[in-house]
């Protein structure tokens, strides 16, 4: 694991009491930022919040509904307010696919899965934007997935998010950099997570079946998607522009 420097820096992560959202902020903190854990469920978020001062680090915890933009933008104030400004964005939550081919997907599924994952990343960007720039500059990741490259049947609601997240990354990423904020995308590849447990519900049969899609033979820890996220947040990554970044075991290649 590379040991990034954050020092002094500010960072949001949304879905962050969830599987890749927690991972990366008990990184960001680990490298030294200050982290704003934002998720629906604030509990969990506080759970995060426990871990990440556990390890040393300082971190708070605020309720966000990704799919409401007034939400969104609270969040960014509440984190502005507490840590005096923001450099870091990890665009993260997320909810599981339709589970239904398209015929037979209600509209109300098809609606909640673009607005979390696809408006989400939208008003996430919209309001982080202006606090990013303010600072002089930073970097974005939004969360997209393996889906954002390749089709999935039963999951057109989450597929057709997922591309349009690496949309809006590169339009958001020529739109920004030449003001100094770097804007990339990140494709996962299946990884242990909550919405991954929920969805196994604990069957060794059905994680062999899902690990032998990826090339590599198993499914991802959390923690091996937080450590690209990390890498292109920081200076490390400092040429790397409205990229879409398979982190995926070869399942989409
Ligand atoms: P998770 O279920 O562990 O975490 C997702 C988090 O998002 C949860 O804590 C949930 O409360 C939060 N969330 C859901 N709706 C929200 C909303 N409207 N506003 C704020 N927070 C909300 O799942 P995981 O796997 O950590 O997912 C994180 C991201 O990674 C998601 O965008 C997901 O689509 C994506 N992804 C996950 C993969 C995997 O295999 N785990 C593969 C590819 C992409």
Same mark, same amino acid.
């Given at each position: 694991?590379?040991?990034?420097?954050?020092?002094?820096?500010?960072?949001?992560?949304?879905?962050?009491?969830?599987?890749?959202?927690?991972?990366?902020?008990?990184?960001?903190?680990?490298?030294?930022?200050?982290?704003?854990?934002?998720?629906?469920?604030?509990?969990?978020?506080?759970?995060?919040?426990?871990?990440?001062?556990?390890?040393?680090?300082?971190?708070?915890?605020?309720?966000?509904?990704?799919?409401?933009?007034?939400?969104?933008?609270?969040?960014?104030?509440?984190?502005?307010?507490?840590?005096?400004?923001?450099?870091?964005?990890?665009?993260? &939550?997320?909810?599981?696919? $339709?589970?239904?081919?398209?015929?037979?997907?209600?509209? @109300?599924?098809? /609606?909640?899965?673009? #607005? *979390?994952?696809?408006?989400?990343?939208?008003?996430?960007?919209?309001?982080?934007?202006?606090?990013?720039?303010?600072?002089?500059?930073?970097?974005?990741?939004?969360?997209?997935?393996?889906?954002?490259?390749?089709?999935?049947?039963?999951?057109?609601?989450?597929?057709?998010?997922?591309?349009?997240?690496?949309?809006?990354?590169?339009?958001?990423?020529?739109?920004?950099?030449?003001?100094?904020?770097?804007?990339?995308?990140?494709?996962?590849?299946?990884?242990?997570?909550?919405?991954?447990?929920?969805?196994?519900?604990?069957?060794?049969? &059905?994680?062999?079946?899902? $690990?032998?899609?990826?090339?590599?033979?198993?499914?991802? @820890?959390?923690? /091996?998607?937080?450590? #690209? *996220?990390?890498?292109?947040?920081?200076?490390?990554?400092?040429?790397?522009?409205?990229?879409?970044?398979?982190?995926?075991?070869?399942?989409?290649?």
């Amino acid at each position: 694991m590379i040991h990034y420097d954050f020092d002094g820096k500010v960072a949001v992560v949304t879905g962050a009491a969830g599987g890749i959202g927690r991972a990366t902020a008990r990184r960001l903190a680990a490298a030294g930022a200050r982290v704003v854990v934002a998720d629906l469920d604030l509990d969990q978020a506080e759970e995060t919040v426990k871990l990440i001062a556990g390890d040393g680090g300082d971190a708070a915890a605020v309720r966000v509904d990704v799919a409401e933009s007034a939400s969104v933008k609270a969040m960014v104030d509440f984190t502005v307010r507490r840590y005096g400004g923001l450099d870091y964005a990890h665009n993260n &939550a997320g909810i599981v696919g $339709a589970g239904a081919n398209i015929a037979d997907m209600p509209d @109300e599924v098809w /609606e909640r899965g673009i #607005a *979390v994952m696809l408006s989400g990343v939208f008003y996430g960007m919209k309001h982080e934007i202006p606090a990013i720039l303010a600072r002089g500059g930073g970097a974005i990741v939004n969360t997209s997935s393996g889906a954002g490259l390749i089709g999935f049947p039963g999951m057109g609601n989450y597929v057709a998010a997922k591309h349009g997240v690496i949309g809006l990354t590169r339009t958001a990423a020529l739109e920004y950099i030449t003001q100094g904020i770097r804007i990339n995308a990140i494709c996962p590849g299946t990884a242990r997570s909550r919405m991954v447990d929920d969805w196994m519900r604990g069957s060794a049969e &059905a994680e062999a079946q899902v $690990a032998a899609l990826h090339p590599i033979g198993r499914i991802a @820890e959390a923690d /091996e998607i937080a450590e #690209a *996220v990390l890498w292109l947040l920081s200076g490390a990554a400092s040429f790397v522009v409205g990229a879409a970044l398979p982190v995926d075991g070869g399942y989409t290649i």
